[in-house]
């Protein structure tokens, strides 16, 4: 016998080793079915595998109605539409009132029992804070602390006054106005995924900027892994984790921030200062049953810092994560329940 044949007889079993290894890799890979619409201010990408049960049409006519669910609640919700629910309740004067939709209704109180909770590091009253600030960036010139106070005076959830029978607003303090967005993005993740489950879709992903939420598993085999983003090298992973049936939304200082005397100021305010956050936090992650709660809770961290763990730990089914930097070291701390994903 040559001394080649010796050889390819020799390997064989490691040949059809490999090409197995290979099958098995090819019968993993799951086609995905995929779409992105810009909303919200941001990209929205709705994933979902191409397994048993439904064809790409089916899919994708149950993408479309879940892309309709984000377009109506950003009408709904957004403060840079004069036709929205909340825009109307701006215009509100003090100890006037208003009646508004369950939907709005639910999201506010919602918003205010988070405010409670984080001891008013979360507050949708925010936005007269948030217009200075945002004076600030456009003017390039920081405002004085006397405009701050100012602006202080028209913040605070204690002074909005639901009426859940009649479904009525009133501000209790003149020049109040409402700001969803630390929280809207994630509510509209989940009507989305609300309408998908309702076509049919059990598996998938949607995801609006940090927001997102994982139906059920990537495949049989694998569940959904979702990569955390570095948050002072921009294309890099900090840490993956996996995520079922959960939503995962991260907030941070290093996407919407500006810079003025070398120093770096945030979109998230601290209510209760009225200045941006400049603590050591850098991003904050949280995993929860529902995209608006993550949202509400990622925000609330970038306030709070690592005295907002026990907090969001606290709330059933909550994991969280924050990636703190000081003197460009970066350090993350974490609820148990995140050390254990
Ligand atoms: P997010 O990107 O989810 O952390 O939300 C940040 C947005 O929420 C900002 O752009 C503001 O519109 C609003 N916001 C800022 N600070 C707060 C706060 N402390 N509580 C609630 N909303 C806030
Ligand atoms: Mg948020």
Redesign the pocket.
Same mark, same amino acid.
Do not use: N, R, W, Y
């Given at each position: 016998m040559k001394i080649s044949r010796i050889i390819t007889l020799a390997s064989l079993p490691a040949i059809l080793l490999l090409a197995a290894y290979f099958y098995v890799q090819a019968m993993r890979a799951v086609r995905m079915v995929d779409a992105t619409e810009f909303c919200m201010g941001t990209v929205v990408r709705i994933k979902v595998p191409l397994v048993s049960g439904m064809d790409e049409t089916d899919i994708r006519r149950a993408m479309d109605m879940a892309f309709e669910e984000i377009a109506r609640a950003e009408s709904v919700f957004s403060?840079f539409r004069e036709d929205s629910e909340i825009s109307a309740i701006n215009r509100l004067g003090p100890g006037e009132k208003l009646n508004i939709s369950r939907e709005v209704y639910d999201l506010i109180e919602k918003?205010v029992e988070y405010?409670k909770k984080t001891q008013g590091?979360?507050? @949708?009253t925010?936005?007269p804070?948030?217009d200075l600030w945002g004076r600030a960036k456009a003017d390039r010139k920081l405002p004085s602390d006397d405009e701050v106070k100012t602006a202080l005076l028209r913040v605070g959830y204690q002074y909005v006054e639901l009426d859940r029978p009649g479904l009525s607003i009133s501000f209790l303090r003149p020049g109040m106005a409402l700001?969803?967005?630390?929280?809207a993005?994630?509510y509209a993740v989940d009507m989305a995924v609300k309408s998908l489950r309702e076509s049919g879709v059990g598996n998938g992903i949607v995801s609006a900027?940090?927001?997102m939420y994982c139906l059920g598993r990537r495949s049989e085999q694998r569940p959904w892994r979702v990569g955390i983003r570095h948050p002072r090298d921009k294309g890099a992973i900090f840490k993956e984790v996996n995520v079922c049936d959960e939503a995962i939304?991260t907030?941070?200082d290093y996407?919407?921030y500006f810079i003025l005397d070398g120093r770096r100021y945030s979109?998230? @305010?601290?209510?209760r200062t009225g200045y941006?956050?400049g603590g050591d936090v850098a991003s904050a992650t949280v995993i929860a049953k529902d995209s608006a709660t993550a949202?509400?809770l990622?925000?609330?961290l970038?306030?709070l810092g690592r005295g907002g763990l026990d907090i969001a730990g606290s709330v059933e089914g909550v994991h969280a994560m924050i990636i703190m930097e000081k003197n460009g070291i970066l350090k993350d701390e974490a609820t148990d329940g995140f050390k254990k994903n």
């Open positions: 403060i918003s405010s590091a979360f507050d @949708i925010v936005k804070l948030v700001d969803m967005g630390g929280v993005k994630g900027g940090g927001d939304d907030s941070g996407e919407k979109h998230i @305010i601290d209510p941006p956050v949202d509400i990622a925000t609330s970038c306030v």
